[in-house]
């Protein structure tokens, strides 16, 4: 049967760019977890191990795309995903409420670190305002040109 959200889901995502893409994986990942960790305090492993594999799964592909030469915090980031995969396997092994919530401390300021980012990659940039330049300023003259010279 046809489901309008799911549908709107994934238009959402194939129309989204890619800060956008990024943002919304952190977010669900975020989601994921504290789902899980809510989950083993209640006792229900099932669901717990469900939405740390669905975490998983983002941090797999979080690392798979990840080109940590382009830039000098890449290896850096390499690790930190790396680890969280571990730490979120361990969590669904073990069901640790502890760990689990670890991963969510790590994951947390993370997301909100790419947000920020896309937020001020989407802000439009300073546009310069144009003066008039001053030739002749000995006279107290002025030719009425723009900065380059140009009216």
């Given at each position: 049967m046809y489901d309008v959200r799911s549908r709107?889901?994934?238009d959402t995502v194939a129309t989204a760019g890619p800060s956008r893409l990024l943002t919304m994986l952190y977010d669900r990942m975020v989601l994921d977890v504290e789902r899980a960790e809510a989950a083993l305090l209640?006792?229900?492993r099932v669901e717990a191990t469900n939405q740390l594999s669905h975490a998983q799964d983002i941090v797999?592909?979080?690392i798979g795309s990840l080109d940590a030469?382009?830039?000098d915090g890449g290896p850096g980031l390499l690790s930190i995903y790396t680890f969280l995969l571990s730490e979120l396997l361990e969590s669904s092994m073990t069901g640790s409420v502890e760990?689990?919530?670890g991963c969510r401390a790590i994951i947390t300021p993370?997301?909100?670190a790419w947000h920020e980012a896309a937020a001020a990659a989407a802000?439009?940039?300073a546009v310069p305002t144009q003066r008039t330049a001053s030739f002749g300023a000995e006279?107290?003259?002025s030719t009425g040109l723009g900065v380059l010279g140009v009216g």
């Amino acid at each position: 049967m046809y489901d309008v959200r799911s549908r709107f889901l994934a238009d959402t995502v194939a129309t989204a760019g890619p800060s956008r893409l990024l943002t919304m994986l952190y977010d669900r990942m975020v989601l994921d977890v504290e789902r899980a960790e809510a989950a083993l305090l209640a006792g229900d492993r099932v669901e717990a191990t469900n939405q740390l594999s669905h975490a998983q799964d983002i941090v797999a592909e979080l690392i798979g795309s990840l080109d940590a030469e382009a830039w000098d915090g890449g290896p850096g980031l390499l690790s930190i995903y790396t680890f969280l995969l571990s730490e979120l396997l361990e969590s669904s092994m073990t069901g640790s409420v502890e760990r689990t919530a670890g991963c969510r401390a790590i994951i947390t300021p993370l997301r909100d670190a790419w947000h920020e980012a896309a937020a001020a990659a989407a802000a439009p940039a300073a546009v310069p305002t144009q003066r008039t330049a001053s030739f002749g300023a000995e006279t107290g003259a002025s030719t009425g040109l723009g900065v380059l010279g140009v009216g």
